[in-house]
């Protein structure tokens, strides 16, 4: 006779073992995820995935727009793929547009009509691409301002930040061959526009444009060659990059405002599954649905009312895409002088400087600032924590003359309106906006700078003495004071939790042999860019003078006369 022997720690006498059931769904699910990772062995990756913990602020999601819009436009582009003809044959129009009908116009001009007038659903998906694209450039725009502003660039995210500049640079590229594609009059003249900027060339201009267009303008391979690169060449390269970016964030530890429990060693968030991902699917949702809900009321690109081109006729105030606005604006504000022969051939450096090198220059050097930054300061750390924008006022102050720089040039693309709008010498616009494109960022950065600047000191005051709460009361002397309420220590430790400002020492010119070290110009440019870069700073209030400050409302002007009287020392040197 043999019995059954239970081990102590299992089930007790006369109990039933307990049957998990699972329901055959889930158990088709996962044979499936085992046959796959049997065959790749990606379990452990999407494991890693599953758990990746991102933290939760608002400002975040602005780069999850700009990836949701990137998906809208691909799949609203497979769409128009299907009705549109990328052909410059010519047709005479008997679509559902009386205007046009009976007029002569190109396949592709056709086809877009028959897209927006014809085929059900059409112009709202057009729509939808549209203001998706545009969506699509601003989101991205102002997520790197985010990235910029609170330092994310900084090691080890160098190389995101250089992806991110070729993105924002390749998405111009993108809407300006898609804006180009409907061969309506206004989009005509913008590729009448780009002939003469690859004209401006030095010695290649010619052949360039040849070589772009098959011939002289306008040819008849340009829209398919447009077309090309906007379905598949682009669009390829913007979704490798976007991935690579992707997976560097997964890879990387996320960045994170700082806060209480929150430093350069962990993640303080919520993971993937199930709370994130639940998240991200249903903002998806929300920015899909609120460029539908655009798309149905907001017209954009009525490309009916200017009808097909025709290269003798041109659209009266015609204006670029928003994006293109600021290389539109610094062609209208080159001098004239800068057209020039010598030996017989002619050099237009008016239309080559605004039209072809200030974009590459421009992402050229936002792609090169995170290292340059770091030289500077001298900082090889690596950053997970975000930055408060007053804390690096300097760099905040570069930040905001961008921005001005950017934004007169933009206004100047507009100088003919603003003259027949507001009655004003097109001549006069043009010469103050001159002058602010120089003196604009200065004067920005300054401003800036001063502001932040006020904000750290204010903070630190807050830090020393707490809130104002409004209560005067009268001390035992006979004076009387504001009663100041402490702050709680999460408000203080944000206040307090930067690092103090600290430039570079300069170096001795001579090693210890008494030899003079190479490079001494070179460590001096540096130092002086440091002491700039730092100049001014407020440091965080420290534990000796939160003390002293507690004790005796006064004793900590004791502790930081040398520090206040450097800064005062500096500030008299920078003026």
Not at 50 to 61: A, G
Not at 351 to 367: D, H, K, Q, S
Not at 549 to 556: E, L, N, T
Request: proline share 6%; glycine share 10%.
């Amino acid at each position: 006779m043999s019995t059954t022997a239970r081990p102590a720690d299992a089930l007790r006498a006369g109990d039933s073992p307990r049957s998990t059931s699972t329901s055959p769904g889930l158990k088709k699910v996962g044979g499936v995820a085992g046959w796959i990772d049997d065959r790749t062995g990606s379990a452990k990756g999407v494991g890693y995935l599953m758990k990746k913990v991102f933290p939760d602020h608002w400002s975040f999601m602005l780069g999850e727009i700009a990836m949701y819009s990137m998906i809208i436009c691909l799949l609203t582009g497979v769409f128009l793929t299907l009705w549109y003809d990328p052909t410059h044959g010519e047709v005479i129009y008997d679509g559902s547009y009386v205007p046009l009908q009976g007029v002569e116009m190109s396949r592709a001009y056709a086809s877009t009509l028959d897209i927006s007038f014809d085929v059900k659903g059409g112009l709202l998906i057009r729509q939808i691409h549209h203001w998706a694209a545009l969506l699509f450039i601003v989101s991205l725009s102002v997520h790197m301002l985010r990235v910029f502003f609170t330092g994310a660039f900084r090691k080890p995210r160098e190389i995101n930040w250089t992806i991110g500049c070729l993105l924002s640079m390749l998405a111009l590229i993108e809407g300006f061959a898609g804006y180009s594609l409907p061969d309506d009059l206004l989009s005509g003249t913008g590729l009448r526009a780009a002939q003469g900027f690859m004209l401006s060339a030095p010695v290649i201009g010619s052949y360039l444009s040849y070589a772009v267009f098959g011939g002289g303008f306008p040819g008849e391979d340009i829209i398919p060659r447009l077309y090309s690169v906007h379905i598949l060449l682009l669009p390829a390269i913007l979704v490798a990059l976007f991935t690579a970016h992707i997976v560097l964030v997964a890879l990387q530890k996320h960045t994170q405002y700082p806060g209480p429990g929150r430093t350069n060693d962990n993640v303080v968030g919520f993971p993937v599954m199930p709370v994130y991902a639940a998240k991200a699917g249903g903002f998806f949702f929300i920015v899909f649905g609120a460029l539908a809900l655009m798309s149905s009321l907001v017209q954009i690109n009525a490309v009916w009312v200017h009808g097909p081109y025709d290269p003798n006729a041109t659209t009266a105030g015609a204006q670029p895409d928003w994006y293109m606005g600021f290389a539109d604006g610094a062609l209208r504000l080159l001098p004239g002088w800068l057209e020039f022969t010598t030996f017989g051939y002619t050099w237009s450096l008016n239309v080559a400087i605004g039209a072809l090198l200030l974009i590459p220059v421009m992402y050229g050097v936002m792609g090169a600032y995170p290292f340059i930054e770091s030289w500077v300061t001298g900082d090889k750390r690596e950053h997970h924590l975000l930055d408060r924008p007053r804390n690096r006022p300097v760099r905040t102050g570069i930040g905001m003359a961008g921005l001005t720089f950017y934004g007169v040039l933009l206004f100047a693309a507009s100088n003919d309106i603003m003259a027949i709008k507001f009655h004003m010498s097109i001549n006069d616009i043009t010469h103050i906006l001159r002058v602010l494109v120089f003196v604009g960022p200065i004067i920005a950065f300054w401003a800036t700078k001063r502001i932040c600047l006020a904000l750290q000191r204010h903070d630190r005051e807050t830090v020393l003495h707490g809130r104002e709460t409004g209560r005067i009361v009268r001390g035992p002397g006979g004076d009387f004071h504001e009663v100041h309420e402490p702050l709680d220590p999460y408000t203080r430790w944000t206040l307090v939790q930067h690092d103090p400002a600290t430039p570079l020492e300069l170096e001795s010119g001579v090693d210890a042999n008494g030899v003079e070290r190479k490079g001494a110009g070179k460590r001096k440019a540096r130092a002086a860019l440091s002491r700039f870069y730092y100049s001014g700073g407020v440091n965080p209030v420290t534990p000796a003078e939160l003390e002293a400050a507690h004790h005796d409302g006064r004793s900590h002007e004791a502790i930081e006369p040398a520090q206040e009287q450097e800064r005062r020392t500096v500030e008299a040197g920078e003026r």
